[in-house]
């Protein structure tokens, strides 16, 4: 992932800004990409009379880009970890381990699943999104019980070594529910690490893809070279939808059952049900909508940035990518506001770099309609989201 920041300099000042003299309480709730951004800034120089509370679940953040390489083998989990001790003690910040559960905007406070309220004069949302599980077993009844979820992503990190370990002692069946980026690259990364010599021989992948075929959001070069990398894998493509998940077994719409050990789901993503009772002027999927400056369109005094957010001005896809570049002006903006200076517009890139990992030391890297692959790009890949979690580390 970049992190070039696109900006214009169009400075405008939100009326709805008052300056306010005394101590403010900054909430940063969530610590992601553009939050690391934030706290790593906000350590360097802290406005003054400024107090600064982070709410997150674990005092680190799980850099997404490099799990399927944790999967595949390639980087342990602590080597895709950005850890926040020293981040949130740099710039004196609270942090509070829990989640945001509820909040009100028109309240300025935040419920949180430990009980605790807390009351903010600003707040900067990065929350990410969430697998709303209550959908998901409407659509696949028994995802719940028996089906691995890539989100949260922290706890995929978690349990993904227990099916790992399966395949040390017998072959294991896979099914990756989902064909858009995360699932391929899970399936691809799961298929290179079960044919590691330390694996009993015979475990398979099976992608499915919900009915397209997969990559179907690549141009056409793009996904040639996707179905030329999942069947060097020998990763079975079943153009089919999961309607149910059993113990060992998904059922598919077209009536087939699936035998599989692991039904790992990369279904997408959803905007948290919480966010829906919040009193903040939502896009029609339930994010956070905000304007040109990353605040809220009916709350000026929220800020966010990120999968959580929707820019009304600006749609863009939801990606981490997208959630890197928006740290600068984000942070550039809680600063505006915290002095009630003019806050300045961000302009997200019209188009992003996908590169995309195909499980052994190897990438696809997609620009518009153009793609390249080769090791040179995984290895312009693993340097990037090196570099990442080094900045935000170190
Ligand atoms: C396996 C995988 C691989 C991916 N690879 C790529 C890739 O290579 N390139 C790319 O562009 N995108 C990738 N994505 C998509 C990418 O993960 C998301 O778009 C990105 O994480 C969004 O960033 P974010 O900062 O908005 O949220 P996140 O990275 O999800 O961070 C949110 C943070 O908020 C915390 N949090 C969550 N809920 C709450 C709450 N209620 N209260 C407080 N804190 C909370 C979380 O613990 C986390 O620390 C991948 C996704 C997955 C699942």
Not at 96 to 124: C, F, H, R
Not at 187 to 199: E, W
């Amino acid at each position: 992932m970049t992190s070039t920041v696109h900006e214009t300099h169009d400075s405008t000042l939100d009326s709805s800004l008052i300056d306010t003299p005394g101590p403010k309480h900054l909430v940063l709730l969530g610590a992601g990409h553009a939050h690391v951004h934030v706290l790593q800034n906000l350590a360097e120089s802290r406005p003054a009379n400024l107090s600064i509370t982070v709410i997150a679940p674990q005092p680190r953040q799980l850099y997404s880009g490099m799990v399927p390489g944790f999967v595949a083998g390639h980087y342990t989990l602590d080597q895709c970890v950005i850890p926040l001790e020293r981040l949130l003690s740099r710039c004196g910040a609270r942090f509070i381990p829990s989640s945001g559960i509820a909040m009100d905007a028109d309240k300025q406070t935040v419920m949180l699943a430990n009980g605790e309220t807390v009351a903010y004069d600003w707040l900067s949302l990065n929350t990410g999104p969430v697998m709303d599980r209550e959908k998901i077993e409407e659509q696949m009844p028994g995802a719940r019980e028996h089906a691995l979820f890539v989100r949260p992503i922290e706890a995929f990190g978690q349990l993904w070594p227990q099916v790992a370990e399966m395949g040390k002692s017998r072959a294991v069946h896979l099914a990756v529910v989902g064909a858009g980026a995360v699932g391929l690259e899970l399936a691809m990364a799961a298929a290179h690490a079960l044919q590691a010599p330390s694996f009993r021989p015979g475990s398979r992948v099976t992608l499915v893809t919900g009915g397209p075929a997969p990559a179907q959001n690549y141009p056409d070069g793009a996904q040639i070279r996707v179905q030329q990398a999942l069947q060097r894998l020998r990763i079975t493509v079943l153009a089919d939808t999961c309607v149910g998940v059993g113990l060992g077994e998904i059922r598919l719409g077209s009536g087939a059952r699936l035998a599989c050990d692991a039904p790992l789901l990369a279904v997408g993503a959803q905007a948290p049900t919480w966010l829906a009772g919040s009193g903040l002027i939502l896009d029609s999927d339930g994010f956070v909508a905000v304007n040109r400056f990353q605040q809220s369109t009916s709350h000026p005094q929220v800020f966010a940035a990120g999968d959580v957010a929707s820019r009304v001005d600006a749609p863009h896809p939801r990606s981490g990518v997208y959630a890197v570049h928006a740290g600068p002006p984000l942070l550039a903006n809680l600063r505006a506001a915290l002095q009630a200076q003019a806050l300045q517009a961000y302009s997200p890139p019209r188009r992003a770099l996908s590169l995309l990992s195909c499980g052994e030391r190897y990438a696809i890297a997609v620009w518009g309609g153009f793609s390249v692959e080769g090791r040179w790009v995984w290895r312009w890949k693993d340097r990037i989201d090196r570099q990442f979690v080094a900045r935000y580390s170190h």
